[in-house]
């Protein structure tokens, strides 16, 4: 039986095109966010650890935490996994057919193996865990294009993690990895602000609202790792342009006159992707 006791965190795709030093930078920050989304929503873990593109958080409560990194933005996708220890690759292959039991037992179905071990492959592991999937299910089929289920394993020292089905997550950059943007909120209403403000957040930008008073968007605080977006008034716009590394501000603007107003009130030309005219 399947028994999730881990999640397997899945890094945006993008992050691997990176420099090393980019990719440091930016996984350390996504790992940053994760820890943020976690605390900020009470999510028990005991650690988290990083392997070969993923990371690992251990937590009594894994449906909670993959529920709560949805909306992590750098995350491609998340996995209900259980971790077991193993002292043979026997022990994985008699694990394998256990966790799945519920979820394969007929039609196509392919073995996606990924070893950290010194005592066996990639290759070897995927083959002996077809073998015993085939073993308990005689009536499945391999298929290693398109198949319709899946069976994910990944090895390191002693320990095996096992996982089947993917939930897709924000995806996009880490947040933060790109500076701060400014959010001109002033005469605009949610639903556009809404809309502009998870663009610039999928692209790894901080999000600071610009306005008379400060508004809350709490559709855009849940993928701000749960918390509160900082706020500027217009007469300190420029000051934050200037020293608190805002690197540009963006308006919901449709118009050309919404668009000038919101640059004077600013003292900078604003960016209107929105706009029509």
């Not at 980019?22 to 929503?41: S, W």
């Amino acid at each position: 039986m399947f028994e999730p006791n881990c999640v397997v965190v899945l890094l945006a795709p993008e992050l691997t095109l990176k420099s090393a030093a980019v990719r440091a930078f930016m996984q350390a920050r996504l790992k940053k966010n994760i820890l943020l989304c976690l605390t900020n929503k009470a999510v028990p873990f005991s650690k988290m650890i990083f392997m070969g593109g993923r990371y690992l958080v251990y937590s009594p409560k894994p449906k909670e935490v993959v529920e709560v990194l949805e909306k992590c933005f750098g995350v491609h996708a998340l996995y209900l996994a259980q971790e077991i220890a193993f002292s043979t690759l026997k022990d994985i292959q008699r694990t394998a057919a256990e966790v799945s039991m519920d979820s394969i037992k007929e039609g196509t179905f392919a073995i996606r193996g990924k070893s950290f071990s010194k005592e066996f492959s990639s290759k070897k592991l995927e083959e002996e865990l077809g073998g015993a999937l085939l073993d308990a299910h005689p009536t499945l089929k391999v298929k290693l294009k398109n198949p319709e289920h899946e069976l994910y394993c990944l090895t390191h020292k002693d320990k095996a993690i096992f996982y089947f089905k993917e939930v897709p997550a924000a995806r996009g950059m880490p947040l933060g990895s790109q500076g701060r943007a400014g959010l001109i909120v002033e005469g605009y209403e949610n639903k556009d602000l809404v809309k502009l403000g998870l663009l610039l957040m999928k692209t790894g930008c901080c999000l600071i609202t610009v306005g008379t008073e400060e508004r809350e968007i709490k559709e855009l605080e849940e993928w701000n790792s749960f918390q509160r977006i900082k706020f500027a008034p217009f007469e300190r716009a420029k000051e934050y342009y200037s020293h608190e590394g805002v690197r540009a501000f963006f308006s919901p603007a449709r118009t050309i006159k919404e668009a000038n107003r919101d640059s004077e009130l600013v003292g900078v030309k604003v960016f209107a992707p929105f706009l029509i005219d």
